[in-house]
């Protein structure tokens, strides 16, 4: 693991966005905290930054931001033994700011740092090696590096880049001749183009850093770079996309190697709350904070933690977490903390 040097790179988080389309999750929790795989988004996040050599992490908060902060506490904890020292700033938002506005916040309040700038959206899943991405950044010599991927159809798209990588389409600007890009929300950013940030940031109440930063530079020197990583990918933007990142990585483990899963594609975290009676349908995946009684059945891809399954429920192609005691038939939904989102 790299050490906190003088060009270790420093984190951000962009967390403070209210997740309306994930409604009515995000009505429990923040979209950040939504659980995949029994673990909170953010926590991949943080995981991916403390890889790529990250040790100053900040987090900008808005929509049920006090559940965030002792969230990312504990869990940056629990990362202590690998990682040393992490220091951790949090800025609350009281309106929100955007992405321009968000990133403007943290750097001033983590002191302005002059190292690379590694700022993620708090909804991304991302098989991707972040290390590798700055490497090829650092080696590029761009202003900033985003990091996208062949759109799929799934997703927004909007970034067009040239044979050299350049990107030379944001949105409705620039070339969109090329080959369409999904941008994956993960920014590489070189303190030179701070002072564009800080421009956009403080000309308005709420900036983009594609639609007011980005889009600014598009022909210029300092136009970003595009590095393309084909690997799984998901912004968990809506219930559909959290339950099909769940069966992609449920089938197929290997594309998403934090995820704590077993190998032969049934993961009892404690077998010792199973009853010899329960039956499974692989892929499925039951935490360590759940139980299911005798007859009760589980899969295919079904995700069951913080829940206690009564004889005879059934969970098919769901997602439960702290539900508490549940009995019935639970298919093609995704239940956390009392909030049921169909599918």
């Known amino acids: 693991m790299q050490t906190d040097t003088h060009d270790a790179p420093i984190g951000m988080i962009l967390a403070a966005g209210f997740g309306t389309r994930m409604r009515p999750l995000t009505e429990a929790l923040p979209k950040p905290l939504i659980p995949?795989?029994?673990t909170p988004i953010i926590a991949y996040t943080l995981d991916h930054l403390i890889r790529a050599g990250v040790r100053h992490v900040g987090v900008n908060t808005h929509h049920l931001g006090?559940?965030?902060?002792?969230?990312?506490e504990?869990?940056?904890?629990a990362l202590r033994p690998a990682t040393g020292d992490l220091r951790l700033t949090f800025v609350h938002e009281e309106a929100i700011r955007g992405t321009a506005g968000g990133v403007a916040g943290l750097w001033r309040a983590m002191g302005c740092p002059a190292q690379t700038t590694i700022a993620v959206n708090g909804d991304a899943l991302a098989g991707l090696d972040l290390r590798a991405a700055l490497a090829d950044h650092r080696a590029c010599g761009a202003a900033a590096s985003?990091?996208?991927r062949p759109t799929d159809g799934a997703h927004p798209g909007g970034l067009w880049a040239d044979a050299e990588g350049r990107v030379v389409g944001l949105r409705g600007e620039g070339d969109r001749s090329g080959?369409?890009?999904?941008?994956?929300?993960?920014h590489l950013i070189e303190p030179r183009l701070m002072p564009a940030v800080l421009r956009a940031a403080d000309a308005q109440a709420s900036a983009c850093m594609?639609?007011?930063?980005y889009t600014a530079l598009l022909g210029t020197e300092d136009a970003p770079v595009a590095h393309v990583d084909e690997r799984f990918w998901i912004a968990v933007d809506t219930p559909a996309l959290l339950m099909k990142a769940t069966r992609a990585v449920l089938d197929d483990p290997s594309i998403f190697p934090q995820a704590p899963l077993s190998p032969g594609g049934l993961t009892l975290a404690n077998p010792g709350a199973i009853d010899d009676k329960a039956l499974f349908a692989q892929p499925a995946f039951v935490g360590a904070l759940a139980s299911v009684g005798p007859r009760a059945r589980v899969g295919p891809y079904a995700v069951v933690d913080g829940t206690a399954l009564a004889p005879g429920a059934v969970v098919e192609r769901a997602i439960l977490f702290g539900m508490g005691s549940v009995e019935g038939t639970w298919r093609d939904c995704v239940a956390i903390n009392g909030k049921i989102a169909p599918l």
């Open 210 to 213: 594609v639609a007011d930063v």
């Open 179 to 186: 080959a369409e890009l999904d941008f994956m929300g993960f």
């Open 146 to 148: 985003l990091i996208a």
């Open 74 to 77: 504990a869990i940056a904890e």
């Open 66 to 72: 006090h559940l965030i902060r002792p969230a990312v």
């Open 36 to 38: 995949f795989l029994n």
